[in-house]
């Protein structure tokens, strides 16, 4: 089962943008489908400016790393995924958070560290969870999570659920011990498990091209693992979603695990707190250029959505945005207390032998 657009080589070459996309306009994606990916990428991209906003505002706790650029990815798993699938994200993990359907007042109060966020105020931007959503938490180890991913992917398979774990995480993860172990864990036992690099071409401050044998971090060590060496344009929400919607039938079906890279870039750095001046600058605006919410919305009006239903789409999501805002900072800081709950299996913090 192959996988489409999956043979590209902007990835190696950053300032190369993607070739032409209006042929793209062609893939099988209901109108219907394509109107909520639209909805999903201005509700990342909106949030997550609203998120810097409130950054710059000195009202989040602790630092962030947005999604601003690399909406595409996080949008097409989200509508392909289904609802009882797991999501495994880095600390980079708003848009994978909300994209399963968690709702943005608890997710922002979780970021300003109030008594009503997701996490009770104690995650911050770096910790979101919510099982109820299959979103199986945010990682801040550097690999960490794939092996995790694997665990709920050996469950569902001894359990016979038909669920698939996908575990995204950053073009660093690859060179890390855990994501060899886990690839060669998850192809020999043939768990549904979907791994996804989101490669935008930075390791924090790095350039990933720099410090890697091969030019595609993830797509060329597939065949070391028997599996399909996938690259796909990150940037694109219908690329995204008719690979998600493939890579989840084939892991799904039986088939074992897939690796996709998808190529993408930040808008901005590493984090709230990096500026991101390593970056050249041409680089910086030819990828900007290649934004996927506007990419979309051009693809959007040449299929013929009007623009007033397209405007009226944003404007919904602003008002969203607004009341979960308003309602994130009405809540109150947690009570001193809460840091002794959570701890231990029971809830307590007494130590039990």
């Given at each position: 089962m192959t996988l489409p657009l999956a043979s590209h080589d902007y990835g190696a070459h950053p300032t190369v943008l993607p070739p032409s996309v209006t042929a793209r306009d062609r893939l099988q994606v209901p109108q219907e489908t394509r109107i909520d990916l639209y909805r999903r990428l201005q509700e990342l991209r909106q949030f997550e400016k609203r998120a810097y906003d409130l950054f710059l505002q000195q009202l989040?706790?602790?630092?962030?790393?947005l999604s601003l650029g690399m909406e595409a990815i996080?949008?097409?798993?989200?509508?392909?995924?289904?609802?009882?699938?797991?999501?495994?994200?880095?600390?980079?993990?708003?848009?994978?958070?909300?994209?399963?359907?968690?709702?943005?007042?608890?997710?922002?109060?979780?970021?300003?560290?109030?008594?009503?966020?997701l996490m009770g105020g104690k995650g911050g931007s770096m910790h979101l969870t919510?099982?109820?959503?299959?979103?199986?938490?945010?990682?801040?180890?550097?690999?960490?999570?794939?092996?995790?991913?694997?665990?709920a992917a050996w469950s569902a398979k001894l359990r016979g659920s038909g669920q698939v774990a996908v575990?995204?995480?950053?073009?660093?993860?690859?060179?890390?011990?855990?994501?060899?172990?886990?690839l060669n864990f998850a192809a020999a036992f043939r768990l549904p498990t979907v791994f996804v690099c989101e490669n935008n071409l930075y390791m924090?401050?790095?350039?990933?091209?720099?410090?890697?044998?091969?030019?595609?971090?993830?797509?060329?060590?597939?065949?070391?693992?028997?599996?399909?060496?996938?690259?796909?344009?990150?940037?694109?929400?219908?690329?995204?979603?008719?690979?998600a919607a493939t890579a989840l039938a084939r892991a799904r079906e039986g088939a074992g695990p897939v690796l996709v890279e998808a190529v993408t870039y930040r808008?901005?750095?590493?984090?709230?707190?990096?500026?991101?001046?390593?970056?050249?600058?041409?680089?910086?605006?030819?990828?900007?250029?290649?934004?996927p919410v506007h990419l979309y919305r051009d693809r959007l009006t040449r299929l013929g959505v009007a623009e007033e239903d397209l405007a009226r789409i944003e404007a919904e999501v602003g008002r969203r945005v607004d009341e979960a805002t308003a309602e994130a900072k009405s809540g109150p800081l947690p009570d001193t207390a809460e840091a002794f709950t959570d701890v231990w299996a029971d809830g307590g913090s007494s130590w039990r032998n």
């Open positions: 989040v706790k602790g630092t962030s790393h996080a949008a097409g798993f989200g509508a392909a995924m289904r609802k009882d699938d797991y999501t495994f994200a880095t600390y980079r993990g708003h848009a994978h958070t909300l994209s399963r359907g968690v709702p943005m007042a608890p997710v922002l109060a979780e970021l300003l560290g109030r008594a009503n966020g919510s099982v109820e959503h299959g979103v199986m938490g945010s990682y801040a180890i550097i690999g960490a999570h794939l092996c995790v991913a694997n665990g575990c995204f995480f950053g073009d660093g993860t690859t060179n890390i011990g855990a994501f060899h172990e886990a924090e401050y790095t350039p990933i091209r720099d410090v890697t044998a091969v030019e595609r971090p993830a797509a060329d060590r597939a065949a070391a693992y028997g599996l399909e060496p996938l690259h796909v344009d990150g940037n694109d929400a219908d690329v995204m979603y008719t690979t808008h901005g750095g590493h984090s709230r707190a990096d500026p991101g001046k390593y970056r050249p600058a041409e680089e910086v605006a030819a990828w900007q250029a290649y934004d």
